[in-house]
């Protein structure tokens, strides 16, 4: 089938190179005249055959708000555009019904794969109607993993970002989990060799896991981490976790932990530390650190 | 080679079955006749030849010390006792001494696998000195999975159950991940099959992992869980985790929520809610519900 | 000074006492004509001398905006709007601009106090433009508690209900705080003394505060919280004060884990616990509890 | 009546200046002849008439096991020695063991009060038998606040300590509390003046409380606390306070999220957030940031 794909970066990029792997038709489209098959949106629309299927991958936010705003009043009545950027899955609903209003469908897509999925292909999470993921589908087909999973109708519009914002609350969770048992090992002296435990995990446990995999490559490369600062960034993903866990009164503890972990590991000096020292000062005359 | 196995129930006893399908000698005694080879430790001890290996496979706690007391008055200098119990990491150095007194060597072993370890094998963490462990290895070999990984000598006495524990520890934090995700995708109207969706996650994605396949096992059998209650035990890894964090002074907020969401399960009523209740109708006349 | 006030509930009844108390005059509308001292908004604005003060004490969201909303069209230009209600923050600069439009001035205020807030005084925290401010100060004059503090000027509009939200914030962690340290006295046999041991903290330590005497109050009516059932309900600003700490990358590990504790008290049972459950069943074959 | 008193740092000295105020005689021993009024336990011993009362109140540990055991060897029976410091519970067991076997009794006693003490008062939280506790009333008549509360006979040995770190616990969220509260407003636009917040909140509030009054304290010297480092030892209560936790299986979330801070705060760079860098880099290219 034909494809027109919109935002041809680190991610837009690689599935432009699967989805072409597979035997299908991609007409590329990117800000950077560099990576792009065409020149503008209006060109892309153009040079594809009624009803025509628009993959948008673009940074979710602004972006992605005008370019849907721009393929709709680009597109005709019967075209399908599809989100796979990591957009909040409140926005999919006001995309969609934007996009209804001139008779053009929708689907939200969650992708999952990161570097890998090229060579291993991407799993896929996606909402809407049954009629609109029909159109994509073999899309769907060619960007997928061969084996028998990878990729699932989650629901209605929306569906698909919210279950794929999950599984990034769960990642940050599980990331957290080997995160806080290697720093553990590491400040005993009694276990000498962590790597080579991380290692040992990897078959035969009940944590065995992609993650564990990345953690034994990454040790690997650098046995204690030495190199790195213990800085993480947040992408999104596990903010809104915890705000439609808060909108639904589900506790969530331990990913919240684990997003708060992260920003605290940004500050180089922690305010609220500074009234906990400011506080013990004042009832119990214990010394306080000047900077 | 030989091996006196001492507890024979349902680790032991698959483990016995598993070392002797790999063509070692199996001497086993457990308390229940029913189960066992011979009908005492001294009798273990005699079927032996010299220098022996005996594996203890009991209970943590009084159990395992009463055998290790037992042990050594039985046992010849030479010979080891290897405790693969669940016991905490810090009994291991009080055994080690004692059975050192009399010249007898003691590795601590840490064993995953559960009911899957026949088939799939056991991943193995041990501690102690490299001459105690090399007498054991052809024992670890006929234990571990087949792959190049899953078994490892992690350290000092000691090392074994630590590296264990640790592993149980992000074990808890894994599985708080998979249940707070999925608690939330079941809460919400959008995703329409929560099964399928984690059944995808399978392949692909940055979360795969033994214990997602599990979970989608056991979504099979009960696509909402709706017949079991929601209430976990925990089994002491867990809490000594916690402690060790806090001995050394690290921060383990994942791993932490996850237990205290276990303890929280197994209480009928909440104490520190009830607090909170009648506070609230301190402050503010907020309704409490009686009981 | 006159004032009109909207909302004569369990909160604007005792606060329209209190002001009437202090000298002032005060016309207060009710959707219920029982509280009621005028039949209808138009009647209230009518009974006011311009420049005119109405202050809305109803509830936050769909009652609060209509309220606005009716206010628009009936106020004039020079008059202000107080909203005293328990609104989010983000809602104040709406409301603001709304009534900008139109020349009236707009007043956020936060009230804490709850049924001690007549005879001991309501804190209160506003924000807004120092002219809109300066008007309603009589006001406020009356409301707050007879020492130096219990009110505060916080900043721009949206400020006091931020700086409430925040309070209320605060005030989560510290129930918590008290109830988890109750729950773990209780728990042991040495301390046999447990409401005594609250009522000594009164004077002399760190932790002596009105909540500590709210929690004597408490075990004096019902020593062990018996006839309580532990079930908290979250009235929006715990909420709020999480999703403000994520939009600023602020961690809020305390705070957070108390609304959780909130969220979990009114589970029957807990999904995610039974996920839990349900793998360890899978990997351990440990017994599950069937409902 | 006549007090025995081992230790005179910060906390003894002042506490032995309160004891004279009463009107008693204390005679003070402490390792730095400086403080002393006598040159050796001995001496102090000799000093007093039978049945002597002695406040043993030195860094928990090894120095209060040896004052404990040299005073066990000079005391005589019916002899009192009271634990004042900042003992661990599980240890008064063990002390009051080795006392009764000579005859000798033992109260456990938690002292709050800090820097303060000398002129509000200590609070004071004590465990023992009757008959002992009695005979050390007047020495805590004399150091407890004048106001109706501040003492209380606990429960049997140990309980003094136990709610004395009870105590500290609930004081390491409480601070937590208003730390939080305080970051999250300074972190916002809207609030202009938060030192003003939280001198406000001093009356009326639902918050108000001693800790809040040292808050403010705190920012009248330093608004924005810009002199000091967001850097807080712990005293070991508040592990105490965790791990007994544990050990009754009471989950305690914010107590020991404020626990976990305080690490965290004196690690100059996270190991756990460097894999969690690590593994973020390793999935999906996000960039790390080299030391």
């Known amino acids: ?10 991610m837009g990029g690689n599935m432009r190179e699967r989805i072409r792997r597979a035997g299908h038709t991609v007409v590329g489209y990117d800000r950077n005249p560099d990576l792009a098959d065409v020149g503008s949106l209006k060109e892309l629309v153009d040079g594809l055959q009624a009803p ?10 602004a972006a992605t708000q005008s370019t849907v705003d721009e393929l709709a009043e680009l597109l005709e009545p019967g075209d399908v555009v599809v989100d796979g950027g990591n957009s909040r899955w409140t926005d999919d609903e006001k995309h969609a019904g934007e996009l209804a209003a001139k008779g053009i469908g929708f689907v939200d897509c969650g992708v999952s794969g990161g570097v890998w999925g090229l060579e291993n292909g991407y799993a896929l ?8 993921v029909a159109k994509v589908m073999p899309v769907f087909e060619a960007l997928k993993p061969e084996g028998e999973f990878g990729n699932v109708h989650a629901g209605k519009v929306g569906a698909g970002h919210f279950a794929k914002m999950v ?8 990331m ?5 048992g290697w720093e553990l090992l590491e400040a005993v002296d009694s276990v000498t060799d962590v790597r080579e435990v991380f290692r040992s995990w990897q078959e035969g446990t009940v944590i065995r896991s992609w993650l564990l995999d990345l953690a034994v490559r990454a040790l690997d490369d650098d046995e204690h981490l030495a190199e790195l600062r213990g800085f993480a960034q947040d992408s999104g993903e596990g903010r809104w976790t ?9 506790p969530l503890p331990a990913i919240t932990a684990s ?15 500074k009234m906990i020292a400011a506080l013990r000062n004042q009832f119990g005359g214990h010394a ?3 900077k």
Chains 1, 2, 3, 4 share one sequence.
């Open 52 to 61: 025509r299927v628009v993959w948008v991958m673009v940074p979710a936010g």
């Open 167 to 174: 599984h990034n609350g769960i990642e940050y969770a599980m």
């Open 1 to 10: 089938m034909e494809l027109g794909l919109v935002g041809l970066g680190k």
């Open 176 to 180: 957290q989990a080997f995160a806080e």
């Open 125 to 132: 999470m996606y909402g809407g109607d049954a009629e609109h």
């Open 242 to 250: 915890v705000e439609a866990a808060i909108d639904n009164a589900v």
């Open 288 to 290: 306080v650190e000047n």
């Open 259 to 273: 997003l708060f972990a992260r920003f605290a590991s940004r500050q180089d000096d922690s305010p609220q530390m």
